[in-house]
């Protein structure tokens, strides 16, 4: 089946991606919604960065400025242009319903648009997904935290086993992040034919919300089997 696939440049869409390739989906193209020219919506990446895991994943990324209110009417937008293409389905990472959406909303948008709704991760364990995502050799760093419950500290780690065992030991935080916690960016994994090496950031603050902005970044090619 021919997909697109929704892309925050995190960890669950990343994921998602990992395990439709596994089933031999064909990934027509990365989609990723932007809040300016330069700033994704929600994780607030930098479109050089998601330029550059793009170039990695050897997938190519369409870009599509929105605004809160034609939202949905832009996302519908884009994907009747992918369903014309030969789209059949779209893939995301979603795990449980997203939050400021109506109940079953990508079922109800999928549906008018005329194409499947495909979320390898759907109401899962999220201790186990993070647990595999790790275990499956991915590299992701914390880029945005909810301040009010795990706090700018949490900005630039790594997630690792350690980081695992820390977020588990935090009262009324989902491991995944599912309540805002926190967001990521990942940098490397599996289906990398690159790796995205972070080396000057700057941390900024927000509304409540800790923001770990990447400077700069290198790109090193991986050698083959790497």
Partial sequence: MKIVASWSGGKDSCFALYKALKENYQVMSLLTFMCTETKTNFHGLN????DAQAQALGIS?????????????QFKAVLHQFKVQGVEGLLTGDIYEVAGHEERWLERVCKEVG????????????KQILQDFINAGFEATVVRTKNSVIGEAWLGRQLNQHFLQDILKLK???PCGEGGEYHTVVTDGPIFKNRLIITETKRQTSNGYGHLEIVNF????????A
Avoid: A, S
Avoid at 218 to 225: D, F, I, M, N
């Fill in 47 to 50: 479109v050089k960065i998601l």
């Fill in 61 to 73: 990324l369409v870009k599509t400025l929105t605004k809160p209110e034609t939202y949905e009417q």
């Fill in 115 to 126: 194409l499947q709704p495909i979320r390898p991760l759907w109401m899962g364990d999220t």
């Fill in 172 to 174: 009324n935080v989902d």
């Fill in 218 to 225: 290198t790109v090193t090619p991986k050698t083959k089997g």
